[in-house]
Each structure stands twice: as C-alpha cells, then as structure tokens.
C-alpha cells in the first residue's frame, strides 16, 4: 500500500511480512512490490525486507525468506511503523533495533493473523508447512 500510494522515500525500509510458506501460504513473489521501487527511482536506497522470496530479476537491497516467518510470530512480525533494523550480511542476521523489555511487549500482544485460506490443499500446507529455512516442506 505504502509504495503504491508514494509514501515510501530514500532510506526506507519496506516490510511486507505475512508472504512466507504459511502466511502466504505457499511463499509468494515479490517481483511487483521491487519493480514498482525500482520504477520509482529507489532501487539503490530502498531496501526490501520479506518473508516471501524474491526472483533473479530483484534490483537493489532485499532481504528475503526471512525465517522464522510472520505467520509463525517470527520476529519480522513485530516491527512497526519508525522502528530501525539493522542487517548484517556476514553474520546472517537481521536485527530490530528495539529494547528487550519492547521486543517482550509486543511478543506478548502479537496474534497470529486468521488464515487466507480455510479449506483445501493451500489450507492443509499452511496449516503443516515447514519454515523457509527448513525447505518449506510439508512434514
């Protein structure tokens, strides 16, 4: 919502959580949200933070599969709107810059979104899907 409507700027970082093996469910591709970026002049001070997965034609900094995702109360699930994060490449890591009595307080307030999907296979996936980092693999 926020590139479309050209509220995103240089410096940001756009969040789209909930697009990973079980809030997708099924992993979704992010090809739309880094073209519309890059069609806006900021693939190279934009970056992309996601738990979905991204294709060879990504431009810019993106972080994908993050894991664990949204929809399991992964960590991308907490930050909000201002907060900063910090990625550290070498290490593999990803961290949100907040204290650890914040992280707590929004952990204990998180609900897990209701399913997209209620019935069928997708239903079924989600509901049994492993995490990105773990192959998102029915087990």
Known sequence: EAIMAGRIVEGDVVVIRYEGPKGGPGMREML???SAISGMGLSSSV???????????????????VSPEAASGGPIAL??????VTVDIDAGALTLN??????????????????????????????LVSSADKGAVLS
């Open 32 to 34: 739309t949200p880094t």
């Open 47 to 65: 970056a992309l933070l996601t738990d979905g997965r991204f294709s060879g034609a990504t431009k810019g900094p993106a972080v994908g599969h």
């Open 79 to 84: 930050i909000a709107e201002g907060d900063s």
């Open 98 to 127: 907040i204290s650890a009595d914040e992280f707590a307080a929004r952990g204990s307030a998180w609900m897990p979104r209701a399913p997209r999907v209620t019935s069928g296979v997708l239903a079924r996936y989600a509901k």
